[in-house]
Structures are given as C-alpha cells and as structure tokens.
C-alpha cells in the first residue's frame, strides 16, 4: 500500500477558483479566517487538528481511487508550505505543486467533493465554535456575578460577625451592670431598711413629745380619728375649704367652736416629720399673730387649728373667692403684724425659729382682718445661729417657695433669721402693687428712680398716701436686698419704721369712721369727703381745690345745681378751712384719748 505525505499549503485565488468555479465563497471563507482570528490559541489548535484530520481522510480516500483506476501517476516533489502564508488565503492540504493538467476530471469532481465535504465539517466546527463562545461568554458572566453575590455574602457575613461580637461584648457589659445593679439594689435595699427603722425610731419618739405636750399643755388636745371623722362628715368634700402639697383643710364644729381641720396626705410620707414639728413648733408659742394650734390627731396625720373667716392674704391679694379690696391702711397694719410674728419668732428661747416658707399663702386673716402667721411645718430651731457676714454651706435640700426664698440661702443653703426677712420684703411690695412676686423688686426700683411710682401702685386702691407708700416700698426694698449683712435689724430698725405708718394709718382710718358726723358743709360736694383746701366756685359752693380745678377743665356747669357757670374763677375759703383744721384737732384729740 503506497503512502502519500500529506502537507499544508495556501490555495491562491485563482487555483481556489479553478477548482470551484461556481463557488462564492471565497469571501466567506475570509470571513471563517477572521472568525478563527477571533478565537484564543487553544480552540484554534482544537479546530486546525479536525481539519488535520479531515484533510488525511480526504487525500486516503484519492489515493484509494488512484490505485482502482490503476493510476499509475505519482505526485513527486512535495513542496512545505510557505513560511509565511498569504493574508488572502487559507490553509488547506494539497501538493506543494501540482499540476492541475495532470488531473483527470474524475479526480478532480471527487477532489471537489471532499473538499466540498471537508468546508461543510469546517463550517460546522466553526458553528459549533461560536456557539461554544457564546456558552463560555454566558458561564463567564455568570460566573461573574456569582462571585460578586459571594463577594458580597462574604462582605455581609464579615459585617454580621463584627456586629455579633460587638452585640456579645455589649451583652456581657450589660450583665456587669445588672450584676453591679443587683450589688446597688441590695445594699440601697439595707440602707433603706435602716432609715426606715430610724424614721420609725424618731416617730415614735415625737409621738412621746406629742403625749408629753398634751399632758403638759392644757389648751392643746389630743383628738381620736372618731372625733375627727365625725366633725369633717368623713372627710366630705362639702366642708373642704382649701389644699396644698400636704393635704387638705376643712371647716368643721369641735368643741362647739368653729375651726379648720388640716389633713396630711395618706401618701405624703414624708410630711410626717413636718406634722410633727409643726406640732412640736406650735404647740410652744403663744402669740396674738401666729396661728393657734388646738389639738392634733397623729393617727390620722391632723391639725386642728382656730379657724380664719377671710383666709390667706393671697385669696384677698389676687381677688379669690370673690373678696373685696383691702384697704391701704389694713395693709399698712397687715405687714406690721406680720414683722411683729416674725420678730416673736426670732427672738423665741433658747433658740429662734426660722419660718422658711414665709409667704402670701401662709398669712392668714380672721373675721376682723387680723392677720396671723400659719404653716410653720418648714420652721426650723437655729440652736447655732450662723453671723451675718459669714457664709457657710450646709443645707442641701432647700425649703420654701421659689420667689420669696433668700437668695444666700438658695446660694449657700445657709439659714438666718434674716433669710425671713427678705420673704417679708416682697411681701411688703406686693401688698403695694398688687402683684406677683416675679421680678417685682426690679419693677419697685425702676419706678422709684424713673418717678413713676404712684403708677405701680394698686390701681384698685384710689387714695393712696403717696409718701408714705413710697416710705413702706423703700423699707421693703431693703429687706430684700440679696445678701444677709445689707439687711436692716427687724427689731430696731424695721418694726419702729412700719409702727409709725401703722399709727399713721390708724389715724387716716379713725378719721373717715368720724367723717360721717362731720357737719356736711365741710364736705366736698364732689369728693363727699372732708376738704383740706376749700374754694369757692362761681355757684356760690365750695369744693376741695383739686376736684374743682379737674371739673371745670371739663364741664362749664356748676357740680351742684347743674347751670352754666358765670365764670371760671375760684376764691380760697379760709374761714372754712381754719373751721376744718380746729374740727380736725378736736376730733384727733378725742381719738386719741380713746
């Protein structure tokens, strides 16, 4: 069996063409060589071993037919392809050189064919080649973006861990704390425990006081909770007349005497110990103007008290309760009377009270608009009384109410008599303007040096004595000076300052009780009160200066007889006001012998 080398070259144009003349597909088979130019070396060296052997199939099967038709014809001088094969080709197997005219038709129809067949196997491959790129390019994304969904489940699960542990370290901190909470718990637990003891302690002992100052005080009592269930109608709602931050105060009959039955809260606690005091406080002094305490009933946490028909000074301030408007020399005499209970309590033996919530509120007024000083559970015994010009710190829990608290004493928690005094300050200039405590003190002063004080007076009052009201306003301002040292003494200084207004006061008033007997022509027919200045109009009448003048800047009529007047022009009465002054003298003198 003869054997043929087989070897690769490039059919040029015009032999590709010679053999398939009617073949168009040269360009194609261009267009096959640039696909096989897209394709990487590996599926390259894949394609060209199937044409490899497409092409041995192929030269077997002509050498088969050669020796059948006893083709003697040997192809000699095999060439090797061209180093470099041309661009416009592509490689195919075939002699090196060989004549096409030594070719029979029959061989060169059979060449055709498995050359035919030979392009069809290539055409195919190369299908199934760009098939198989399309399947690598569709794995490649694929793969792509499962490992980017990887990527980021292993980003996420980094992220997961890194919280678990910070959760885990956060839980275990966490059962530190609640293991050092417990810790807290038992020991605040024990503490408690042992105040609780103490306080139960201290109760009973004030309890002993309570009985000792029964049996020692005879005008104070001891009420059973039947007693006082009974006289308030079990606490009904009806007989309740005012509340506070301690409780409830009700209007009941004990002892056939009407008095105000003060009820500690069931949950105030903590008020126990100011019942007490308040009880202990009370229960020593006896003083026309500090509140009498009557009785107590410590199972039920009450105070039985005198009872006070006009209430608080601030009901009366602030028009509550529909009450009316209180004259200026009532409040003139009210702060007297109030620096007076203050001074009793200043001055008590051996060791002065300081009343701390000094207010108001706590300033209370009988049938007669006396007024007394009430709830002195925030009192305080000063058995060391702290100098003036010394500041200590001590206190840390502060009493009393916000805007009539000493300021040193908000400030240092240092406690003086003197801290009262700048409570007694506001009160003094609210008694003046009528108003809240809340910057008042700025208001007064302002007034005082702009000339506007009779502005900030109580509008309600018509008839302030302006000199006098600017005397009260200085004095007050004083006593609510910031610091303690620049405060004047109650006792030598404030107290004969406001005793002087007060007997001022007390003359203005007894003087209008004696108005009504006064003859009427020493009236003014305008004001119908006793004239200081009278003149005589062109009526024939005579008025008081000021109410004239402001009459006929407004009417041309006579107040009286309501005609028009001849003229405008007035003449001083003095034989009347010789008359006024010599009744005046007459009718003080007489006061004063009363």
């Given at each position: 069996?003869?054997?043929k080398t087989?070897?690769?070259?490039?059919?040029?144009?015009?032999e590709?063409?010679?053999?398939?003349?009617?073949q168009?597909?040269f360009?194609?088979?261009?267009?096959?060589?640039?696909?096989?130019?897209?394709?990487?070396?590996h599926?390259?060296?894949?394609i060209?071993?199937?044409?490899e052997?497409?092409?041995?199939?192929s030269?077997?099967?002509?050498?088969?037919?050669?020796?059948?038709?006893?083709?003697?014809?040997q192809?000699?001088?095999?060439?090797?392809?061209?180093a470099?094969?041309r661009?416009d080709?592509?490689?195919?197997?075939?002699?090196?050189?060989v004549?096409?005219?030594?070719?029979?038709?029959?061989?060169?129809?059979?060449?055709?064919l498995?050359?035919?067949?030979?392009?069809?196997?290539?055409?195919?491959t190369c299908?199934?080649?760009?098939?198989?790129?399309?399947?690598?390019?569709?794995?490649?994304v694929?793969?792509?973006?499962?490992a980017?969904?990887?990527?980021?489940?292993l980003?996420?699960?980094?992220?997961?861990?890194?919280?678990?542990?910070?959760?885990?370290?956060?839980h275990?901190?966490a059962i530190?704390?609640?293991?050092?909470?417990?810790?807290?718990?038992?020991?605040?637990?024990?503490?408690?425990?042992?105040?609780?003891?103490?306080?139960?302690?201290?109760?009973?002992?004030?309890?002993k006081?309570?009985?000792?100052?029964?049996s020692?005080?005879?005008?104070f009592?001891?009420?059973?909770?039947?007693?006082?269930?009974?006289?308030?109608?079990n606490?009904?709602?009806?007989?309740?007349?005012?509340?506070?931050a301690?409780?409830?105060?009700?209007?009941c009959?004990?002892?056939?005497?009407?008095?105000?039955?003060?009820?500690?809260?069931?949950?105030?606690?903590n008020?126990?110990e100011?019942?007490?005091r308040?009880?202990e406080?009370?229960?020593k002094?006896n003083?026309?103007?500090?509140?009498?305490?009557?009785?107590?009933c410590?199972?039920?946490?009450?105070?039985?008290y005198e009872?006070?028909?006009?209430?608080?000074?601030?009901?009366?301030?602030?028009?509550?309760?529909?009450?009316?408007?209180l004259?200026w020399f009532?409040?003139f005499?009210i702060?007297?009377?109030?620096a007076?209970?203050?001074?009793?309590?200043?001055?008590?033996k051996?060791?002065?009270?300081?009343?701390?919530?000094?207010?108001?509120?706590?300033?209370?007024l009988?049938?007669?608009?006396?007024?007394?000083?009430?709830?002195?559970?925030?009192a305080?015994?000063?058995?060391?009384?702290?100098?003036d010009?010394i500041?200590?710190?001590?206190?840390?829990?502060?009493?009393?109410?916000?805007?009539?608290m000493?300021p040193?004493?908000?400030?240092?928690?240092?406690?003086r008599?003197?801290?009262?005094?700048?409570?007694?300050?506001?009160?003094?200039?609210?008694?003046?303007?009528g108003?809240?405590?809340?910057?008042?003190?700025?208001?007064?002063?302002n007034?005082?040096k702009?000339?506007?004080?009779?502005?900030i007076?109580?509008s309600?009052?018509?008839?302030?004595?302006?000199?006098?009201?600017?005397k009260?306003?200085?004095i007050?301002?004083r006593?609510?000076?910031?610091?303690c040292?620049?405060?004047?003494?109650l006792?030598?200084?404030?107290?004969?300052?406001?005793?002087?207004?007060?007997?001022m006061?007390?003359?203005?008033?007894?003087?209008?009780q004696?108005?009504?007997?006064?003859?009427?022509?020493?009236?003014?027919?305008?004001?119908?009160?006793?004239?200081?200045d009278p003149?005589?109009?062109?009526?024939?009448?005579?008025y008081?200066?000021r109410?004239?003048?402001?009459?006929?800047?407004?009417?041309k009529i006579?107040?009286?007889?309501?005609?028009?007047?001849?003229h405008?022009?007035?003449?001083?009465?003095?034989?009347?006001?010789?008359?006024?002054?010599?009744?005046?003298?007459?009718a003080?003198?007489?006061?004063?012998k009363?």
């Amino acid at each position: 069996m003869h054997t043929k080398t087989v070897s690769l070259r490039v059919f040029n144009e015009e032999e590709w063409k010679r053999i398939f003349p009617n073949q168009r597909s040269f360009q194609s088979l261009e267009g096959h060589e640039k696909l096989l130019g897209a394709v990487d070396a590996h599926n390259l060296s894949n394609i060209s071993k199937k044409l490899e052997n497409s092409i041995a199939l192929s030269s077997g099967k002509v050498q088969e037919e050669s020796i059948m038709n006893e083709k003697k014809t040997q192809i000699l001088n095999w060439e090797e392809p061209d180093a470099s094969p041309r661009q416009d080709g592509i490689f195919m197997p075939s002699p090196s050189r060989v004549d096409m005219k030594d070719l029979s038709p029959s061989e060169v129809v059979r060449l055709r064919l498995e050359l035919q067949k030979t392009l069809v196997l290539y055409n195919k491959t190369c299908e199934d080649l760009v098939r198989a790129k399309k399947k690598v390019e569709l794995l490649t994304v694929e793969c792509s973006s499962e490992a980017k969904k990887v990527k980021e489940a292993l980003e996420r699960e980094a992220v997961l861990k890194k919280v678990a542990a910070d959760e885990r370290a956060k839980h275990l901190e966490a059962i530190k704390e609640v293991e050092r909470a417990r810790e807290l718990l038992s020991r605040e637990s024990l503490n408690r425990h042992k105040v609780e003891s103490f306080a139960s302690n201290l109760f009973f002992e004030k309890s002993k006081v309570l009985d000792d100052i029964v049996s020692n005080n005879r005008r104070f009592r001891r009420y059973s909770s039947y007693e006082i269930e009974a006289a308030t109608d079990n606490f009904s709602d009806t007989m309740k007349v005012g509340e506070g931050a301690y409780g409830y105060v009700y209007k009941c009959n004990l002892d056939h005497i009407p008095v105000a039955v003060k009820v500690v809260r069931q949950d105030a606690s903590n008020k126990r110990e100011e019942f007490l005091r308040e009880v202990e406080v009370l229960s020593k002094l006896n003083h026309p103007h500090m509140v009498t305490l009557l009785g107590a009933c410590p199972e039920r946490g009450c105070l039985v008290y005198e009872y006070m028909e006009n209430g608080s000074l601030e009901d009366q301030l602030f028009n509550r309760k529909n009450s009316q408007t209180l004259p200026w020399f009532i409040r003139f005499r009210i702060i007297f009377e109030v620096a007076s209970g203050l001074a009793y309590l200043h001055d008590n033996k051996p060791d002065p009270i300081v009343h701390r919530d000094l207010k108001p509120a706590n300033i209370l007024l009988d049938k007669h608009y006396v007024s007394k000083i009430g709830d002195v559970g925030l009192a305080k015994l000063m058995s060391d009384v702290v100098p003036d010009g010394i500041t200590e710190y001590k206190e840390t829990i502060l009493a009393g109410t916000l805007y009539y608290m000493d300021p040193e004493y908000q400030r240092t928690g240092t406690v003086r008599p003197k801290s009262d005094l700048y409570a007694l300050g506001i009160i003094a200039i609210q008694l003046l303007t009528g108003k809240q405590a809340r910057g008042l003190v700025m208001q007064v002063e302002n007034a005082i040096k702009d000339g506007t004080f009779p502005d900030i007076l109580d509008s309600s009052i018509p008839d302030w004595p302006i000199l006098e009201a600017k005397k009260l306003a200085k004095i007050a301002l004083r006593c609510a000076r910031l610091r303690c040292r620049d405060r004047p003494d109650l006792d030598s200084e404030v107290l004969p300052e406001l005793e002087d207004l007060l007997n001022m006061a007390n003359v203005c008033f007894k003087l209008r009780q004696c108005q009504v007997n006064a003859p009427n022509h020493y009236l003014c027919p305008i004001l119908q009160e006793l004239m200081d200045d009278p003149y005589i109009a062109a009526d024939g009448y005579t008025y008081e200066l000021r109410a004239i003048r402001t009459w006929l800047d407004r009417h041309k009529i006579s107040p009286v007889t309501k005609l028009r007047l001849p003229h405008t022009n007035i003449t001083p009465n003095h034989s009347l006001r010789a008359a006024i002054q010599e009744w005046k003298s007459h009718a003080s003198f007489l006061m004063l012998k009363d």
